[in-house]
Every structure is written in structure tokens, then in C-alpha cells.
């Protein structure tokens, strides 16, 4: 993953909003990031933008009068890692599982 920072400006609307930055990053992490964290429930708002096409930064709004923002943007890195951990070992398990089953029809 690319360079983490915040926008200057943010600093007096309070730990609970927050605009990050994060470096070559683009609609991948976003759009993901974006759909696990907005259906928290102490989350007011949650969204992305590419500032334009040739820069290589996705600015990343969070906004809660719960909780502070950078620590939702942990939560949801880590909920995102896990979704993604998940992914991986039911797609190696049901290829391995398809893999045995042609095996024995094959044979």
C-alpha cells in the first residue's frame, strides 16, 4: 500500500472527520474500503474521490460524532484484510476440492 496523510483543515472539525490521503491508490481499495466502513453504524458518512485522472491519490472521507476516524479507518482496513483473507482460503479450497473430485473421475 502507498503513503498514508491527512488534509490540513481537518484539525478543527474534530476527531470524528477526517479526510486521508492515500498515495497510488485508486478505485480498487476505495470502492471496497468505502462499502465495508459506510455500513458501520457509528458512521454518518463514507466516501472517496480521485482528485483527477493523472494523479495517483484517492482522497478517503470519514465522518462520525461516535468514534475517531482514523480509528475507523483501522477497523475497516482490518474487516477489509480479513473479507479478503477469507477470499483466498475458500477460493484455494474449493479449487483443491474441484481438482481431487476430476481426479477420481478421471482415473
Do not use: W
Not at 23 to 47: M, W
Not at 69 to 81: S, Y
Amino acid at each position: 500500500m502507498g503513503a498514508l496523510a491527512e488534509v490540513a483543515g481537518d484539525e478543527n472539525s474534530g476527531e470524528g472527520s477526517r479526510t486521508f490521503v492515500f498515495q497510488n491508490e485508486g478505485h480498487t481499495l476505495g470502492n471496497a474500503l468505502k462499502t465495508i466502513i459506510s455500513r458501520y453504524p457509528d458512521v454518518d458518512f463514507c466516501g472517496y474521490t480521485i482528485p483527477h485522472p493523472t494523479e495517483s491519490k484517492m482522497h478517503f472521507r470519514i465522518q462520525s460524532d461516535q468514534n475517531r476516524a482514523i480509528d475507523i479507518l483501522k477497523r475497516g482496513l482490518d474487516d477489509l484484510e480479513a473479507l479478503c483473507d477469507h477470499t483466498i482460503n475458500t477460493f484455494e479450497s474449493e479449487v483443491k476440492s474441484h481438482v481431487e473430485t476430476n481426479k477420481k473421475s478421471v482415473v
